[in-house]
């Protein structure tokens, strides 16, 4: 079955149209309707076509899977690309540091309250991958990074206040590859990593 996909320049038809549920998304993953080849992900109620990648942004995702992952403490791993589930998106960001194992989530993708980072590598969607902060603050997503390959620099997205369709985050830092970067699990000392090594 075609799956009809919203492009973030359409208008939208004078008709009505449905937003989809998570667990309309899901069944018809499920049920084949969707497969990894729709290369599409669930923003806000919309199957949204994803971009397309470059070796530049592959090679990134590599570096920082690579780097953070080793710097991670037992109880936590990287999911690289996969589906994190909140109440209106089945977003499925380059990466995400979740707790647990693999085998905790063999029936069910994690939610929010598993995971302390999401991570978007970003260099022709450096607009869309920012607009994605609002999903992800309302979600309760304590920390949001955006590798940003154009300028060379993270944007890190902090505090999160949810309000709605006004959900952001309270704290952004734009920083440079000479600045370090934490990320703080909870019950966990505070990871430190420099910048510069989260490029390629």
Same mark, same amino acid.
């Given at each position: 079955?075609?799956?009809a996909?919203?492009?973030?320049?359409?208008?939208?038809?004078? *008709?009505?149209?449905?937003? @989809?549920?998570?667990a309309?998304?899901?069944?018809?993953?499920?049920?084949?309707?969707?497969?990894?080849? !729709?290369?599409?992900?669930?923003?806000?109620?919309?199957?949204?076509?994803?971009?397309?990648?470059?070796?530049?942004?592959?090679?990134? $995702?590599? &570096?920082?899977? #690579?780097?953070?992952?080793?710097?991670?403490?037992?109880? @936590?791993?990287?999911? =690289? /690309?996969?589906?994190?589930?909140t109440?209106?998106?089945?977003?499925?960001?380059? +990466?995400? $540091?979740?707790?647990?194992?693999?085998?905790?989530?063999?029936? /069910?993708?994690?939610?929010?309250?598993?995971v302390? +980072?999401?991570?978007? $590598?970003?260099?022709?969607?450096?607009?869309?991958?920012? /607009?994605?902060?609002?999903?992800?603050?309302?979600?309760?997503?304590?920390?949001? @990074?955006?590798?940003?390959?154009?300028?060379?620099? +993270?944007? =890190?997205?902090?505090?999160?206040?949810?309000?709605?369709?006004?959900? !952001? *985050?309270?704290?952004? &830092?734009? +920083?440079?590859?000479?600045?370090?970067?934490?990320?703080?699990?909870?019950?966990?000392?505070?990871?430190? #990593?420099? =910048?510069?090594? #989260?490029?390629?």
């Open positions: 079955m075609p799956v996909l919203i492009d973030a320049d359409a208008v939208l038809p004078p *008709y009505p149209v449905h937003r @989809w549920s998570v309309d998304y899901l069944r018809l993953a499920k049920l084949g309707f969707l497969g990894e080849d !729709d290369q599409i992900e669930l923003l806000e109620g919309w199957p949204v076509k994803k971009m397309t990648k470059n070796p530049l942004h592959d090679g990134t $995702v590599d &570096q920082i899977n #690579l780097w953070l992952g080793s710097r991670l403490p037992a109880g @936590w791993y990287i999911r =690289v /690309q996969n589906v994190v589930v109440a209106d998106s089945a977003p499925e960001p380059d +990466l995400a $540091v979740v707790r647990g194992l693999p085998k905790d989530y063999r029936s /069910q993708h994690p939610t929010p309250p598993d302390a +980072l999401i991570v978007e $590598v970003a260099d022709t969607s450096v607009a869309k991958d920012r /607009q994605k902060r609002h999903l992800y603050a309302r979600a309760g997503i304590a920390t949001y @990074w955006l590798v940003n390959l154009l300028d060379r620099h +993270l944007e =890190v997205f902090s505090s999160p206040k949810s309000d709605g369709a006004e959900a !952001d *985050y309270e704290t952004r &830092q734009v +920083l440079g590859t000479r600045h370090k970067v934490g990320l703080k699990l909870p019950g966990r000392r505070e990871i430190k #990593l420099t =910048v510069a090594d #989260l490029f390629v």
